[in-house]
């Protein structure tokens, strides 16, 4: 079992810059992949950006060039850096961890209890 606990939420305006962090509760190395995800009422939880053991990363569309995730091993933490915010991104944003269990690929899934973010305008 992996906790995993957000931080850095918060109220900003628009253009602003918020961080977020995740600290897991064992060494990241035991992950093969960490993410962030969003959702906001009414909607599903979307891809925000995830980054893979290998260092690889992903972007959702809507954000790209506009957050950074990159991941700390020494700190067991995975970060976004979110720059040039927008009421759009306003939404519940939830650290995800996964570990691949055995030959065929199943994973097993962490989230984090979830850190609001609000952007007004």
């Known amino acids: 079992q992996v906790q995993l606990v957000e931080s850095g939420g918060g109220l900003v305006q628009t253009g602003g810059s918020l961080r977020l962090s995740c600290t897991a509760s064992?060494?990241?190395?035991?992950?093969?992949?960490m993410g962030w995800y969003r959702q906001a009422p009414g909607n599903q939880r979307e891809l925000v950006a995830e980054?893979?053991?290998?260092?690889?990363?992903n972007y959702a569309d809507s954000v790209k060039g506009r957050f950074t995730i990159s991941i700390d091993n020494a700190k067991n933490t995975v970060y976004l850096q979110m720059n040039n915010l927008t009421p759009e991104d306003t939404a519940g944003y939830y650290c995800?961890?996964?570990?691949?269990?055995?030959?065929?690929?199943?994973?097993?899934?962490?989230w984090g209890q979830g850190s609001q973010v609000t952007v007004s305008s």
């Open positions: 995800k961890g996964e570990r691949v269990v055995n030959v065929e690929g199943a994973r097993r899934i962490f």
């Open positions: 064992r060494s990241t190395f035991s992950l093969d992949a």
């Open positions: 980054i893979k053991s290998g260092g690889s990363t």
